[in-house]
């Protein structure tokens, strides 16, 4: 199969019939094998019918649905879970992505060889304050955090090597940083595709300002889990040495201090609290870190490695690496 796409929804009934017939058409065009996989995040309204629908009059597509709101995270997951095709297109359903784009960004992964190609939606026609300022500001941190140089991450149009998604979970809210993910996962090469970016044509957006802040704190979430999961002693027995040294070292000096320069009293002096607490806070980070390195230890997939390729050697199913919960 080329192609599967995997469409998140959220009470879009009105736009899933038309959204479908506009895939199909690029379908039909370019003379693609695919399947559309539909995945209800939980709605409200009529989305499921429809999906039913057209599901019945159409076995390419295929449904999913949610007994309740996960989020575009978990059906991204699920929809990875299921997804056939060499190349995987992930795209919104509210029709502000155009399948026209599709063939493109396929040719992009397959003769330019990209992991991953992410669109970016250049010219934006959200409102500016609420959205567009936001969303510069969080793709920039997101840059300088990852890494990985693409102007937006938050774009739902994408395009994955079928071996990304199988080798990856998508959890929580990390949908933003599914490039990351990858880049945790061993991929290296990251494409980018300006893409028309049109105007919601029924309903209202899903997401408010609390996604920028969710965002940020996802982001801060991944990168210090991707980075120490399995070597939690590395980050919290160093920052918790450091600190009780400190406090030592200041400690040590007011011993020395009273007996041979100064008689005030230790506990008259605003430094040996100063000392103390960060003895405290030295230790405690040390146990963390220790705690950490136990867990890790003993975690069923502590020695869970993605292998690309073998020879002459069959290797079982590992535990995705992707999944950092």
Request: glycine share 8%.
């Amino acid at each position: 199969m080329d192609l599967s796409i995997v469409i998140p929804l959220l009470d879009e009934e009105e736009s899933l019939n038309e959204l479908v017939a506009e895939i199909e058409k690029v379908m039909y065009e370019n003379n693609f094998s695919y399947e559309i996989i539909l995945i209800d995040d939980g709605s409200t309204d009529g989305s499921w019918k429809i999906i039913e629908q057209i599901g019945y009059k159409h076995n390419r597509i295929k449904g999913i649905k949610f007994q309740r709101n996960y989020g575009k995270s978990a059906a991204l997951n699920e929809g990875f879970k299921v997804a056939a095709g060499d190349i995987i297109i992930t795209m919104d359903a509210d029709l502000q992505d155009n399948p026209s784009e599709i063939p493109e960004l396929r040719m992009m992964v397959l003769q330019d060889g990209f992991d991953i190609v992410s669109g970016w939606k250049k010219k934006r026609l959200d409102n500016t304050l609420s959205k567009n300022i936001p969303s510069k500001l969080f793709n920039a941190a997101t840059r300088k955090v990852s890494g990985i140089y693409l102007h937006d991450f938050n774009c739902g149009l994408k395009a994955y090597k079928k071996k990304v998604v199988k080798s990856i979970e998508v959890y929580g809210e990390m949908h933003r940083y599914i490039p990351l993910l990858a880049k945790w996962a061993g991929f290296k090469k990251f494409g980018e595709k300006v893409v028309e970016h049109r105007r919601r044509k029924y309903g209202v957006t899903k997401f408010g300002w609390d996604r920028f802040i969710n965002g940020f704190l996802d982001l801060v979430s991944i990168v210090f889990v991707g980075k120490f999961r399995k070597r939690p002693m590395h980050f919290f027995g160093l920052w918790g040495t450091l600190a009780f040294v400190f406090g030592l070292s200041v400690f040590i000096y007011l011993v020395i201090s009273k007996f041979f320069f100064d008689k005030t009293g230790m506990t008259q002096r605003p430094l040996f609290f100063f000392a103390i607490l960060a003895m405290i806070i030295g230790s405690q980070l040390f146990l963390a870190g220790f705690l950490g390195e136990l867990i890790s230890r003993n975690s069923p997939d502590r020695n869970s490695y993605l292998v690309e390729e073998t020879i002459g050697v069959h290797l079982s199913p590992a535990p995705l690496e992707g999944n950092l919960e």
